[in-house]
Each structure stands twice: as C-alpha cells, then as structure tokens.
C-alpha cells in the first residue's frame, strides 16, 4: 500500500498543481461533501468526493480533482484497480493534471504492470520537473524493469528536491531492508548511498517505508 506519509506529502501539492475554485455546488450537503473529499480519513474521502463526482453541474477542474482524490483514497486502502479507473477519468477530463498522472503511474507499478506507467511518470516530469514523488515513481519503475542505474539517479535526484523528508523515509525504508543502519536524521550520507544503490539493484526492495515502519523516527 502507499506509504502514508509520501500519500500526504502527494495531497500536499494539489493545492499548487491544481486551482480549485472556492464555490461549492449549491446546497450544505454539497459542500459537506467538498470537505470530506479532502480529509484525511480514506472512508470519509471517498463518499465525499463519491457525492461531487454525482453532482450535477459541477465544474469540470473540481469533477477532476474529486476522481483523482478519491483515487488516492481508494489507492491507500489497496484498492488500485479502483483508483486506477477513477485516474483514467480525471485525465480524461483534465489531461495535463500532473497528480494524477503520476498516481495512476504508481497505481500501474502497484498492480505489477510497471510498463504502463512510463508515459504517465514521464509526461508528469515534463509538466512538474522538480517533483521529488514523480521522480520516486519513475524510480520505483525504473528498478522495477531491471534499470538498476537509471534507478538509483532517480532516488538521489529524489532525495535532493524532497530534502530530509525524502531523505528520511529512504533511511526508513532501507533500514527494514536491512541494508542501512545508521541514524534516521534526513542527512545524505556514503552509508546511504551504498545502501541506496544496493537496493536499486533488487527488484524486490522497496526503499520506501510502509505505514508502521520508522515511529517515532520519521516525522
């Protein structure tokens, strides 16, 4: 499942790829259902942005954003079939939607079909070059498919736009691996970048930490 924590840092940045006009639809339920579409609480999330996605009239940036983000919701709880479905409709409607392109690319890496996803990742890139989450993508991707090198330049460059946060869940994720065991403090190191690259060479291994992994460690 997607960490929680890149999941957040992912909804951070729809405030700044995407403009969402501040009018609800008419009526108290429907901007209700505005404020659940965006919280944190995957359930809440997904009958919220549920009832915009059936609003009538609803302006097409906002129909987009609420299938992407209830996407993600349906992504967090394992449900990537679903969330992919809903990320082919908010492009549909919103083509160079950086978010979901990237998410739907993670969602095709999530259900074993990594390929499909390089065009989203890339397109992505194009649109949000300094996007730390699309680099992390295209690196899961990447190593994935067998492209350890290709991989292991796109944690570093990861690293290097997400700061200590992104670099912190990298030491997380490594020391479940078993690969690093130095100090979770955000601070690039020879340490990491060998557990780093070993890790890029494995298919199997995930730099990213799960959910439970690294508390209190990472914040």
């Known amino acids: 499942m997607v960490g ?3 999941a957040v840092a992912m909804l951070a940045s729809v405030a700044v790829a995407v403009t969402v006009s501040v009018a609800a639809p ?3 339920a429907a901007s209700n259902a505005k404020v659940d579409c965006h919280s ?3 359930e809440r999330r997904i009958e919220g942005c549920s009832i915009l996605i059936e609003t009538p009239g609803l302006p097409s940036d906002e129909l987009s954003l609420a299938y992407a983000m209830r996407a993600l919701a349906y992504s967090l709880v394992g449900h990537f079939d679903k969330g992919l479905q809903d990320y082919d409709a908010a492009l549909a ?3 160079d939607f950086p978010l979901a392109l990237n998410n739907r690319a993670w969602s095709y ?3 074993d079909r990594a390929a499909e996803g390089i065009a989203d990742v890339e397109r992505a890139l194009k649109l949000a070059p300094d ?3 699309a680099l992390d993508t295209r690196a899961h991707i990447r190593q994935s498919l067998g492209q350890s090198d ?3 330049e796109d944690y570093n460059l990861a690293m290097r736009l997400g700061g200590k946060s992104m670099v912190k869940m990298y030491q997380c994720g490594l020391k479940a691996n078993g690969l690093y065991f130095g100090a979770v403090d955000g601070e690039r190191s020879e340490t990491l970048q060998k557990a780093l690259r070993t890790c890029s060479g494995m298919r199997q291994c995930d730099p990213l930490p799960s959910d439970a992994e690294c508390r209190p460690e990472v914040s």
């Open 4 to 6: 929680v924590r890149r």
């Open 26 to 28: 008419a009526g108290a």
């Open 40 to 42: 944190e609480d995957n």
């Open 93 to 95: 409607i919103t083509p």
């Open 109 to 111: 890496y999530k259900l």
């Open 131 to 133: 996007s730390p989450f």
């Open 150 to 152: 290709a991989a292991y």
